[in-house]
Nanobody, 127 residues
């Protein structure tokens, strides 16, 4: 399974972006998916996680109410809608996933659990 992220860019504070993650080599509906981000000099941190079916989502506290994760299994694509962006959201954003038979968002969203990583997409929030 491979993932390819896109949709990043330069945006002013308060602006919005929608990130996409296309999954190939597997059916998205079989995978629990997550978004991570990594700012320069910092560790990769979890942003959001989405279970399969209607089994819920999780967000890190700093993005709650501003970011929304969703999935379109028919298009094999994961999304992250980001609004009211802040300078501290600046980072490279990555998507990843694990089979639903092995993982559930409630198990904890830790980068060490995941092995599938794309090249990421850069999000820069600046005036």
């Amino acid at each position: 399974v491979r993932v390819v992220e896109s949709g990043g860019g330069l945006v002013q504070p308060g602006g919005s972006l929608r990130l996409s993650c296309v999954v190939t080599g597997g059916n998205l509906d079989f995978y629990v998916m997550a978004w991570f981000r990594q700012a320069p000099g910092k560790e990769r941190e979890a942003v959001s996680c989405i279970n399969t079916g209607d089994h819920g989502t999780m967000y890190t506290d700093s993005v709650k109410g501003r970011f929304t994760v969703s999935r379109d299994n028919a298009k094999n694509t994961l999304y992250l809608q980001m609004s009211d962006l802040k300078a501290e959201d600046t980072a490279v954003y990555y998507c990843t996933g694990l089979p639903k038979t092995l993982y559930y968002c409630g198990d904890g969203v830790d980068a060490s659990k995941f092995a599938i990583w794309g090249q990421g997409t850069q999000v820069t929030v600046s005036s």
